[in-house]
């Protein structure tokens, strides 16, 4: 910036601070260090084994579920076995089939799916990471079932009328992993460009791919 | 685990009405959906029921878990979408009956 504020040590009043987000714990805060200490004293993990795992579960990023999505969209055969039973179609490409049944469900030109957990914050982790603040807001989750072509085109996705809208609730043992439409123009591209375009809201079905970004 | 379940009443296509029914406890029914009829779109297997699970029983036998599909104008009466849009909710076998 050309106006640098560079002259602090020549006015005297205090200029305002954004207060630390970071100097008083909540009480399940308290209560997790409480108990991993205890785990940590007790010889049960150690502190880095706890790392270690914090960082395995940062490292769970929506381009896991970007490689399932492109590898359904060039291999026929494999779209139909991901369709038909998600999990062991993620080990076929070596990624973790993991800890709950995968359900898989495809956009089409006629049907638009959404997925919610209106009752938590249920989501495949293992394959997008973690949930964005906004999947686990009562506001998204109480709303996305109920109306929800508003909340779509609140997100810019603007539904028409001839196109039906499946929201899953994630309630119990199933996770969902939307199948978006492959758009159009993308003929002849390699899965690792069409990776590319495969973002986790277009996974969680509040967008849609687009070939270029606007 | 023991693989003790109970064996699956309804098959897909089947109409179901889900139990208008409020107990306490660490339910997995969505209170929105209680008392409405729905279609099963499949069975997803077996599971110890969640109910049990929460207060660390092992929620044995497994309960048969379905996949069901409401239209959105059953369940919301003012739905503003369209007449075909639905919405899945995953339902454990005791919380259906026949519709």
Redesign the interface.
């Known amino acids: 910036m050309a106006h640098a504020h560079h002259d602090h040590h020549d006015h005297d009043h205090p200029h305002p601070t954004r207060p630390d987000q970071d100097d008083r714990l909540t009480y399940y805060q308290t209560m997790e260090i409480a108990v991993r200490e205890l785990l940590v004293e007790k010889g049960i993990l150690t502190a880095d084994q706890i790392r270690r795992q914090v960082e395995d579960m940062d490292n769970r990023t929506p381009l896991r579920g970007a490689k399932v999505v492109a590898r359904a969209w060039t291999d026929p055969a494999y779209k139909a076995r991901l369709l038909a039973e998600g999990n062991p179609a993620l080990e076929e490409i070596g990624l973790d089939r993991g800890p709950y ?1 995968l ?1 898989v469900v495809e956009n089409t030109p006629a049907v638009h799916n959404v997925i919610v957990c ?2 938590c914050s249920c989501y495949p982790r293992w394959l997008l990471g973690l949930p964005p603040d906004w999947y686990k807001s009562r506001n998204y989750r109480s709303r996305v ?6 909340v779509l085109r609140e997100f810019g996705l603007d539904l028409r ?14 996770r969902y992993l939307v199948l978006p439409a492959r758009p159009a123009g993308t003929e002849g591209w390699s899965e690792e460009q069409l990776a590319a375009l495969v973002t986790r809201d277009t996974m969680i079905g509040v967008a849609v791919p687009r070939p270029a970004n606007p | 685990m023991s693989t003790a379940a109970i064996s699956p009443r309804y098959c897909p296509g089947e109409r179901v009405k889900v139990r208008a029914a409020y107990p306490p406890g660490h339910v ?3 209170f ?2 209680r008392g409405h009829s729905g279609v099963v779109e499949r069975l ?2 077996n ?1 110890p029921n ?1 109910e049990e699970l929460a207060y660390a029983r092992p929620g044995l036998p497994a309960q048969p ?1 379905y ?1 069901v599909r409401f239209l ?1 104008r059953d369940v ?1 009466p003012d ?4 007449p ?9 076998q005791h919380w259906l009956e026949p519709a």
Do not use: K, N
Not at chain 1, 161 to 174: I, K, N, P
Not at chain 2, 79 to 82: D, E, K, T
């Open positions: 049944r359900v209106t009752l079932v109920r109306e929800p072509r508003s009328d001839d196109v039906t809208v499946r929201v899953h609730d994630s309630t119990a043992d199933m | 997995r029914t969505p929105y959906i997803c297997g599971y969640p878990l996949r959105q919301w739905y503003a979408g369209q075909a849009d639905s919405v899945d909710v995953e339902i454990y």
